[in-house]
């Protein structure tokens, strides 16, 4: 058996926030290194306000430690089919809680949302994200899959990730790169999500959970036999050496799964 997932937990989101930090910052200065640009897909829910506080954070003045969001190429692990200003939006909800505070002397990064014109159509919505993809990701080579620098993850009470729910035939699918689901166990029903596949090529995947009422389910993913057929589960199965959990000791109270110490920058 290879690497476990790394599971870490902090006593609070405060201080949660700075370890994502080097985390991301990690994958950002990889990525700059290997492509000199950074991509990165992320989901909503409460990541997008947690990651706000990790990068707008003041930094130690070191190369390593500074966010170049000019490098940046955004994407949406998943996305819910509405206007880009509606409250279900996972664009809207990044835009708010970070894209507006983000300071010039950061950089602008460029942010891939989904295109309105296919609003009433999520199929086709699912098609045109997935040809913007092949045209970042294999504009000069043929690939397989899309491999993301790093992709930053939320995990719902019942084990969801992207919209990839438990249960769901989607999580057998392999061919395409995105999906289209029209029958959300969660509203909005119609949205758009990675596959399987590419959530498991990406370089590194980190997952946000904050709060006592993710405990249940995180001790189902990480304890229970059944919670590695869960969505999160599947993650940890299929790309373990991957796979880094931020979490609160909210989060995880009653998980027995080993927790480790906070992660010395760029070892994960």
Not at 27 to 50: T, Y
Not at 197 to 212: D, Y
Not at 253 to 260: I, L
Request: hydrophobic share 40%.
């Amino acid at each position: 058996m290879g690497k476990p997932p790394n599971l870490f937990s902090y006593a609070s989101a405060e201080e949660l926030a700075p370890q994502l930090r080097a985390f991301v910052l990690s994958a950002q200065n990889a990525g700059r290194e290997h492509h000199s640009s950074f991509r990165i897909g992320v989901s909503g829910g409460s990541l997008p306000k947690v990651l706000a506080q990790a990068l707008l954070a003041p930094g130690d003045g070191s190369a390593e430690d500074t966010v170049k969001f000019d490098t940046w190429e955004i994407f949406f692990a998943d996305e819910r089919a509405v206007p880009l200003d509606h409250e279900d939006s996972n664009y809207k909800l990044l835009k708010q809680e970070l894209l507006d505070k983000i300071p010039a002397s950061l950089g602008k990064p460029e942010v891939h949302p989904i295109d309105l014109k296919y609003l009433d159509d999520v199929n086709e919505m699912a098609d045109q994200y997935e040809k913007l993809l092949v045209s970042k990701f294999a504009a000069k080579d043929s690939v397989k899959l899309p491999i993301f620098d790093l992709l930053l993850l939320g995990c719902g009470p019942d084990g969801h990730t992207c919209s990839l729910f438990p249960g769901h035939p989607l999580l057998r699918e392999k061919d395409a790169w995105v999906y289209a689901i029209e029958d959300s166990p969660k509203p909005p029903p119609k949205r758009i999500t990675l596959s399987l596949p590419v959530v498991l090529s990406a370089t590194k995947i980190g997952f946000v959970a904050t709060g006592g009422g993710k405990k249940d389910i995180m001790r189902q993913i990480f304890d229970d036999e059944e919670g590695r057929a869960l969505p999160c589960g599947l993650v940890n199965e299929g790309a373990p050496e991957k796979v880094s959990w931020f979490t609160d000791n909210a989060a995880v109270e009653g998980v027995s799964f080993p927790r480790r110490q906070s992660p010395v920058r760029g070892s994960i």
